[in-house]
């Protein structure tokens, strides 16, 4: 089965670019999306098709995606960006998430 | 504003049974393919299984597959998820999520989740 795999912790300072890997076979042919998950919240959309990003969120949050690296970029992080945050993709009619990475803004 | 609300969950037991309703509105349901993702305690995403706008294609994880039926009624705007054959390792928030296709599908959309735990 397909796997999908990032680190679980990235650490950040204030103000500084926070990069978020997600790693698997031939990633780059497919699409990757990010979700944002803060405690007891449920997840929200923050990139979607590698490098797209819904309305509402702030432009600080940009992707890539190529070979078998997806890539989530929080550039200017703010403290409210702490969060996990989770990559996903598709594949043979199974939708793969990512075992999430936690973002903690110190 | 799109709005997903789960209901349905609780304790059940072992080889028990339960049906999670999904209340959709802010959007146009009978578009949208629909899907159910759920999370262990502590631990990340999973998708369990999803269904086309007009319910003749759906898709399960395959530890569901053969247990875990899912439903929708476009005249209600909802989604349903019978679960069946409930097994410990089921236990987990399950989250209502709306998918966007164009070229691939993601989630864009996803409920305050309803909580199931299966134990004895």
């Known amino acids: 089965s397909y796997e999908l795999t990032q680190p679980p912790s990235v650490f950040v300072s204030p103000g500084q670019t926070a990069t978020i890997t997600c790693s698997g076979d031939?990633?780059?042919?497919?699409?990757a999306s990010w979700y944002q998950q803060k405690p007891g919240q449920s997840p929200i959309l923050v990139i979607y098709?590698?490098?797209r990003r819904p309305s509402g969120i702030p432009e600080r949050f940009s992707g890539s995606n190529s070979g078998n690296t997806a890539t989530l970029t929080i550039s200017g992080t703010q403290a409210v960006d702490e969060a996990d945050y989770y990559c996903q993709a598709w594949d043979i009619n199974t939708y793969v998430f990512g075992r999430g990475t936690k973002v903690t803004v110190l | 504003e799109v709005q997903l609300k789960e209901s349905g969950g609780g304790l059940v037991q072992p080889g028990g049974s339960l049906r999670l309703s999904c209340a959709a509105s802010g959007f146009t349901f009978s578009n949208s393919w629909m899907s159910w993702v759920r999370q262990a305690p502590g631990k990340g995403l999973e998708w369990v299984a999803n269904m086309k706008q007009d319910g003749r294609d759906k898709n399960y994880v395959d530890s569901v597959k053969g247990r875990f039926t899912i439903s929708r009624d476009n005249a209600r705007n909802s989604l349903y998820l019978q679960m069946d054959s409930l097994r410990v390792e089921d236990t987990a928030v399950y989250y209502c999520a709306k998918q966007q296709c164009g070229g691939d599908c993601d989630f864009d959309s996803w409920g305050q989740g309803t909580l199931v735990t299966v134990s004895s």
């Open positions: 098709q590698d490098d």
């Open positions: 031939n990633l780059g042919e497919k699409y």
